[in-house]
Nanobody
C-alpha cells in the first residue's frame, strides 16, 4: 500500500517555474515507478512524466520534454516535478501516481494522490 500527497502547486505567470513534490508513505515506496499526470478542465487525464524505481530511467510527454524534469529521493520517499518555461496550456490539476513497472499509461498505476492545482497566467 502506498499513500501519495502532492504539494507545490499554485499560480504562476507564463515563463515562470514551479516545483511539485509528492510525499509517499508505505514501506514499498522505493520499489515503485512514479509518474505525474495532469488533467485540465473538460479533458482526459494525460501522462506527463515517469521515473523508474532507481531513478535511472525517465520518460516525458512530448509536450513537456525539455521543460519539465522528474526526479526522486528514495531516502525521503519523495518524487519531484520541476516545471520551467511554463505555458498557459500547462494549467491543470497535477496528480502523482505509483505503478509496479515503468509505464506511461495511467491504467497501470495503482495508487494516486489527490492532486494539486497549477495555473499559468498569460
Amino acid at each position: 500500500q502506498v499513500q501519495l500527497v502532492e504539494s507545490g502547486g499554485g499560480l504562476v505567470q507564463a515563463g515562470g517555474s514551479l516545483r511539485l513534490s509528492c510525499a509517499a508513505s508505505g514501506r514499498t515506496f522505493s520499489s515503485y515507478s512514479l509518474g505525474w499526470f495532469r488533467q485540465a478542465p473538460g479533458k482526459e487525464r494525460e501522462f506527463v512524466a515517469t521515473i523508474s524505481w532507481s531513478g535511472g530511467s525517465t520518460y516525458y510527454a512530448d509536450s513537456v520534454k525539455g521543460r519539465f524534469t522528474i526526479s526522486r529521493d528514495n531516502a525521503k520517499n519523495t518524487v519531484y516535478l520541476q516545471m520551467n518555461s511554463l505555458k498557459p496550456e500547462d494549467t491543470a490539476v497535477y496528480y502523482c501516481a505509483a505503478a509496479p513497472e515503468l509505464r506511461t499509461q495511467r491504467i497501470f498505476y495503482d495508487y494516486w494522490g489527490q492532486g494539486t492545482q497549477v495555473t499559468v497566467s498569460s
